[in-house]
């Protein structure tokens, strides 16, 4: 958890570098806009400052895309700890479930999915005789939403999971 915090605040100091960059080149020609009296001068100047960059654009719209995201998954979270059912239009794009089936509030399964929906349907089908499901925890690496399920499933040793303990 430590290590996903320093690069998250690593991540955002490269963010004010490169804001307060892009603010020292704006400053700098909001100064020689100011000594023009024309207007017509002032409007060509600025939309100079605003079409020649591109990659500045490209780079605020891809962190407003990714603090979507941070929200959505937020507001799932705080709906998996307040118990709302999740619908289709909570899934995240790209993110791995761990969830866990419950029978009288025993663990019976642990598992692993993208589709959480069409998987609990699937085990409602199944001879699997559970009363409840929970999300466990979210991940966006595949690879480590597995060694978290492997490790719960040593931990709890559900009567479903076909896996050797």
């Given at each position: 958890m430590n290590c996903n915090?320093?690069?998250?605040?690593?991540?955002?100091?490269r963010e004010k570098y490169k804001l307060c960059e892009r603010l020292s080149k704006i400053n700098s020609k909001i100064g020689k806009i100011q000594r023009y009296t024309d207007e017509k001068d002032i409007v060509k100047t600025m939309s100079e400052v605003l079409d020649d960059d591109e990659e500045f654009v490209?780079?605020?719209?891809?962190?407003q895309e990714i603090i979507e995201k941070r929200k959505k998954k937020n507001t799932i979270k705080n709906k998996i700890k307040t118990g709302v059912k999740l619908t289709q239009q909570d899934s995240l794009p790209n993110s791995t479930y761990i969830y866990a089936?419950?029978?009288?509030?025993?663990?019976?399964?642990?598992?692993?999915?993208?589709?959480?929906?069409s998987r609990i349907k699937c085990h409602e089908r199944s001879e699997k005789v559970f009363d409840k499901y929970e999300i466990l925890s979210i991940f966006n690496d595949r690879f480590y939403a597995l060694k978290e399920e492997n490790r719960l499933i040593k931990m709890h040793k559900p009567k479903y999971n076909k896996q050797s303990f």
């Open positions: 915090i320093n690069l998250e605040l690593l991540e955002l100091y490209k780079w605020f719209i891809e962190r089936l419950y029978d009288n509030n025993e663990i019976v399964y642990l598992g692993l999915t993208k589709q959480l929906d």
